[in-house]
T-cell receptor, first 111, second 114 residues
Framework: DAKTTQPNSMESNEEEPVHLPCNHS???????IHWYRQLPSQGPEYVIH???SNVNNRMASLAIAEDRKSSTLILHRATLRDAAVYYC????????????FGTGTRLTIIP | DTGVSQDPRHKITKRGQNVTFRCDPI?????LYWYRQTLGQGPEFLTY????????KSRLLSDRFSAERPKGSFSTLEIQRTEQGDSAMYLC????????????FGSGTRLTVV
């Protein structure tokens, strides 16, 4: 599986935007970039995914670099409920179907 | 549909006992996954089913572990002769087979082996 690299932890102030980076320099042309988050004592929750173009949904935005070797998850206005571990995962389009989680980024929101 | 349900939420068992966990996926989803998560780590893949067929098993899934998905609906994960190292959160997820959909995870079953 192609590997992703994320900072272990980040802090952000409440009501400020948050930019969570992810490096994936060995991404292949058919790998999708997926983001999940895990709140304390819960299972992971799907956030967003994309292939080449930037993506927006009600939870977040995903900005993908032109060479696809990095991406950024953007939370436009962080709330205390966004405190979680955020995982950036590459998912192969064919064959290897499973999600392979790393250790993610632990996001702390400061009131 | 209320999402992916897992039962029980917590299980404490003595070393050497057998345990079985149940997962009820979202009914329209044809894929079902089992993961295991220990403290401070991300979830680790164990196995997955497409309908009733078990398509992949991780090498983490020793011969003490077995999973089934009869009739392509709910799934069970059994651990025989539990060991203290089996203590973890066991997570179930379901999805459509298309890349255009994410996984929906349950809240997990926390197993403690004493």
């Amino acid at each position: 599986d192609a590997k992703t690299t994320q900072p272990n932890s980040m802090e952000s102030n409440e009501e400020e935007p948050v930019h969570l980076p992810c490096n994936h320099s060995t991404i292949s042309g058919t790998d999708y970039i997926h983001w999940y988050r895990q709140l304390p004592s819960q299972g992971p929750e799907y956030v967003i995914h994309g292939l080449t173009s930037n993506v927006n949904n009600r939870m977040a935005s995903l900005a993908i670099a032109e060479d696809r070797k990095s991406s950024t998850l953007i939370l436009h206005r962080a709330t205390l409920r966004d405190a979680a571990v955020y995982y950036c995962i590459l998912r192969a389009n064919f064959g290897n179907e499973k999600l392979t989680f790393g250790t993610g980024t632990r996001l702390t929101i400061i009131p | 549909d209320t999402g992916v349900s897992q039962d029980p939420r917590h299980k404490i068992t003595k070393r050497g006992q057998n345990v079985t966990f149940r997962c009820d996926p979202i009914s329209e989803h044809n894929r079902l996954y089992w993961y295991r998560q220990t403290l401070g780590q991300g979830p680790e893949f164990l196995t997955y089913f497409q309908n009733e067929a078990q398509l992949e098993k991780s090498r983490l899934l020793s011969d003490r572990f077995s999973a089934e998905r009869p009739k392509g609906s709910f799934s069970t994960l059994e651990i025989q002769r539990t060991e203290q190292g089996d203590s973890a959160m066991y997570l179930c997820a379901s999805s459509f087979s298309s890349q255009n959909y994410g996984y929906t995870f349950g809240s997990g079953t926390r197993l403690t082996v004493v």
